[in-house]
């Protein structure tokens, strides 16, 4: 087995892993490396994420010499004893045996766990979604009332409306009669002064 290859921590830089997981059982589903290095405890270190076929995820961290700096299995951080002196492909098959053999033990109970939580989803998505549908249908009653109470105050104002410009205009054509009646009367009073005079 080849050491792992921390300058080009990528996919193929981490082939050799991948593969010695593969004769321990381990089938790798995807692979999720930045390469890009970070400072913990004083080391130059590089993580990588393997999701593994059975859901599990693998997380491993690796010092620029190669050797393991810290794995962790779905969060939680698992010792690994032969961690140092990786370079030498017997070591580090070791660890890859040591990691493989947590991951068996663990995963009667991840998928225990995974089956669990499914089912606690399955039972509340569909009380989830009937409350949903009910709130929708209140709400699609509610929209429909405020629209008919709209409709109707809408055809009041245009009615009265009406009546307004009704009224205004009899207003208009009465006072266009007054003013002739007053026009007339100023003429009669002219006539009368007139007659008057005439006498």
């Known amino acids: 087995m080849k050491q792992i290859n921390f300058v080009n921590f990528n996919e193929r830089g981490l082939q050799p892993l991948v593969d010695e997981l593969k004769k321990h059982d381990q089938e790798v589903a995807s692979i999720k490396a930045t390469n890009m290095p970070k400072r913990e405890d004083g080391f130059s270190v590089k993580a990588a994420l393997f999701t593994l076929e059975s859901g599990q995820k693998l997380e491993v961290k690796i010092k620029a010499n190669g050797s393991i700096f810290q794995v962790r299995l779905n969060g939680k951080v698992i010792p690994v004893k032969n961690s140092e002196d990786i370079d030498e492909p017997a070591n580090l098959k070791k660890a890859v045996k040591e990691i493989s053999d ?56 245009a009615q009265a409306q009406g009546g307004v410009e009704q009224k205004r205009s009899e207003l208009e054509g009465l006072r266009a009669e007054l003013a002739q009646e007053i026009q007339r009367g100023e003429t009669l009073r002219a006539q009368i002064a007139e007659l008057m005079e005439a006498a």
Not at 117 to 125: G, I, P, Y
Not at 133 to 147: D, G, I, P
């Open 102 to 157: 947590r991951i068996k033990q663990n995963e009667a109970v991840y998928l225990k766990q995974k089956a669990r939580r499914m089912k606690r989803e399955k039972k509340t998505s569909p009380s989830v979604s009937a409350s949903m549908v009910k709130r929708l249908a209140e709400a699609k009653e509610n929209l429909e009332f405020v629209q008919g109470e709209a409709k109707t105050v809408a055809e009041d104002m």
